[in-house]
């Protein structure tokens, strides 16, 4: 325990200090997308993750804490940071009508519903142009200059989500949800409202979810419903994120978001512009293949798998100490 506090000290530290000492507003940006990804993926693995209710449409909350940021603010003429503590909120109003209608589904076609309900939300938002402006999108004015406060509310942001959910599934409501999880007839045997604790905790995950899309919205200051409705750049991330990280796990996400983020980055630069541009169309194929890697070689992910890893780390060293010493002789 010692050491995981020390580590979380290390780790507090070193994220408060980063915008500081590193003054190059690329890599800020790198991270304060990276810290958003964090928000997303741990309220994904909250309802998937902790729950067992794996949804392929987080965008459509997302998308619309986004687009309640954005309208408060181009509509109302409310301050968009107004809009943004807004987001959320509206999110799990919205949350309420989905839970209504997709808890009546079990399994896969729970999964199905969330994905099509996604792509109905897409489409609202294309084409009911009086209200989000469709295809034009909705352009605000950035209210700062410098990513140094964006970086910091990202951060309080990902700090609150990851301490929120890591106090709830050690509460009684994180013990039903896990008992859901695992088998939601013999939870409800037992006296468990499981349509009452599935629908708490998609409250919570969309509530972080719309909440990280209109940080976005005021990060950005530009929206339209091909972005922050978007199956591929919104949902599937979600899931890549909490896959490769390690799903229901606490810290899964987190490490899951900087490493895709990180993957996704270096393949859209065409390695930094060391290989060929089509290497920059290829970030889709690789995050494929780190799927199907995880999904083989480590189910868990990287945190739920961290202690194999290691094993297999020291494994490495050690024959090639001994190796090296062969040689010698």
């Not at 993750?49 to 940021?69: C, L």
């Not at 509509?75 to 109003?93: E, H, N, R």
Request: charged share 10%; proline share 2%; hydrophobic share 55%.
């Amino acid at each position: 325990m010692k050491t995981k506090h020390l580590s979380l000290i290390i780790v507090g530290i070193v994220a408060l200090i980063f915008p500081l000492v590193v003054p190059s507003d690329y890599y800020r940006h790198l991270v304060i997308i990276a810290l958003m990804w964090v928000v997303i993926g741990s309220a994904w693995n909250l309802l998937a993750g902790y729950t067992g209710q794996v949804s392929f449409g987080h965008a459509m909350f997302f998308g619309v804490g986004a687009y309640a940021a954005g309208i408060f603010a181009t509509k109302l003429q409310v301050s968009a940071w107004w809009g943004m503590l807004l987001g959320g909120p509206v999110a799990m109003l919205f949350a309420l009508f989905v839970g209504w209608v997709c808890f009546r589904l079990r399994g896969p076609y729970f999964a199905l519903a969330t994905l099509a309900g996604g792509e109905i939300m897409r489409l609202v938002a294309t084409n009911w142009e009086s209200l989000t402006e469709g295809m034009v999108g909705i352009l605000l004015i950035q209210s700062f200059r410098s990513k140094v406060p964006y970086y910091y509310i990202a951060l309080g942001l990902a700090a609150l989500c990851i301490f929120v959910i890591h106090t709830v599934m050690r509460s009684k409501w994180g013990y039903y949800f896990v008992s859901i999880r695992e088998d939601q007839d013999a939870a409800e045997s037992l006296g468990i409202n499981t349509t009452l604790y599935k629908n708490i905790s998609l409250l919570i995950s969309a509530f972080f979810t719309g909440t990280a899309g209109a940080f976005y919205m005021n990060y950005m200051a530009f929206i339209d419903p091909h972005v922050v409705f978007s199956l591929h750049y919104i949902s599937i991330m979600a899931i890549l994120v909490g896959i490769v990280g390690g799903v229901a796990t606490h810290m899964g996400p987190a490490v899951g978001a900087f490493i895709m983020v990180g993957v996704q980055e270096t393949f859209r630069s065409a390695l930094f512009g060391l290989a060929p541009k089509w290497v920059s169309q290829a970030h889709a194929l690789v995050f494929g293949l780190i799927v199907i890697f995880v999904i083989l070689f480590m189910a868990n992910g990287v945190v739920g798998d961290w202690a194999k890893i290691k094993r297999h780390v020291f494994r490495i060293k050690a024959n090639g100490v001994h190796l090296s010493r062969d040689r010698e002789k």
